[in-house]
């Protein structure tokens, strides 16, 4: 039997936090993480960083994000990060799931 059109992967957590600094030293403390990098972007024209902690033995990460302007959009905010093979079936599954799609976006495409 096939696998359904859509079907995605998590590849990714990223976690909106008011303070970058504080919340990178509380999970580096409760999980093996380590520090992998430090980026900077803006989104819509808001400066924010992001630091990607990873496991020091396995695959797992976890991204912190905040805006520079330390404002944070919405308290406990998450993006979820999926890999997927059709992203229009993806998108329609969760809506048939019952869920709503915020915001989708399609920044890499793999050919």
Do not use: H
């Not at 059109?5 to 580096?28: H, M, N, W």
């Amino acid at each position: 039997m096939n696998a359904p059109s859509g079907l995605a992967s998590p590849t990714s957590i990223k976690l909106v936090v008011p303070d970058l600094e504080r919340s990178q030293a509380f999970y580096r403390k409760i999980c093996a993480f380590r520090n992998a990098s430090t980026l900077n972007f803006a989104l819509d024209g808001r400066p924010f960083s992001e630091v990607i902690l990873r496991e020091v033995d396995g695959d797992a990460s976890l991204t912190l994000m905040a805006f520079d302007d330390g404002d944070v959009p919405v308290s406990g905010a998450a993006v979820l990060t999926f890999s997927t093979d059709d992203l229009e079936a993806f998108a329609q599954r969760a809506v048939d799931a019952g869920g709503t799609v915020v915001r989708r976006q399609n920044i890499w495409r793999r050919s």
